[in-house]
């Protein structure tokens, strides 16, 4: 499971690189805002997506099916719902925990039963006095002008400088 577009589109990429033809990563997010800009920001890339409206729908997706699933739910109750028999190489949350208001367990619990053997869980978390949102002008001019380019040319322009987020302090305004 990833939320930052970065690193979905790198870890696709680092997989692709290895030679993995069919590649499933599902991205869980509770924002139709970061939903909706990742599912643009795919397609004008030439990545394919699919959006789910919640877990129930994950059955529909073919098991070879060969790149990127956003599911609207939050991690909670996502690793909560989904099927016993889903297991994950590898599960990513970026940020994710620190929108809990307290550490959760439970959720890490859930998690772990949802990891194929040798898996991992890699937590990533931002000063929680910085606010983050969408740069939507960085955002915007990718997903007009994306035109089906390469995803290499967007982790590029990232790894040169170029960022899809504002970060400031708590209480100052971007």
Do not use: W
Not at 9 to 19: A, E, H, S
Not at 74 to 97: F, T
Not at 144 to 168: A, H, P, V
């Amino acid at each position: 499971m990833l939320r930052c577009r970065y690193n979905i589109i790198k870890n696709l990429f680092r997989i692709k690189k290895k030679g993995i033809k069919n590649v499933q990563i599902h991205g869980i997010d509770n924002s139709v805002e970061s939903l909706s800009v990742s599912y643009l920001l795919f397609q004008t890339q030439n990545i394919p997506c699919t959006l789910l409206k919640d877990s129930s729908y994950l059955g529909t997706i073919p098991e070879d099916y060969d790149g990127i699933v956003l599911i609207y739910a939050d991690a909670e109750g996502y690793m909560a719902d989904i099927d016993k028999d889903i297991l994950y190489n590898e599960v990513v949350s970026d940020n994710g925990i620190s929108y809990f208001s307290q550490p959760n367990m439970k959720v890490l619990k859930d998690t772990k039963n949802h990891l194929q053997k040798d898996a991992g869980i890699y937590l990533s978390s931002l000063n929680p006095k910085l606010t983050v949102k969408l740069s939507k002008t960085f955002l915007i001019g990718e997903i007009l002008t994306g035109d089906k380019k390469s995803f290499l040319s967007y982790l590029s322009r990232i790894e040169n400088g170029k960022s899809q987020y504002e970060i400031s302090k708590d209480g100052e305004n971007s």
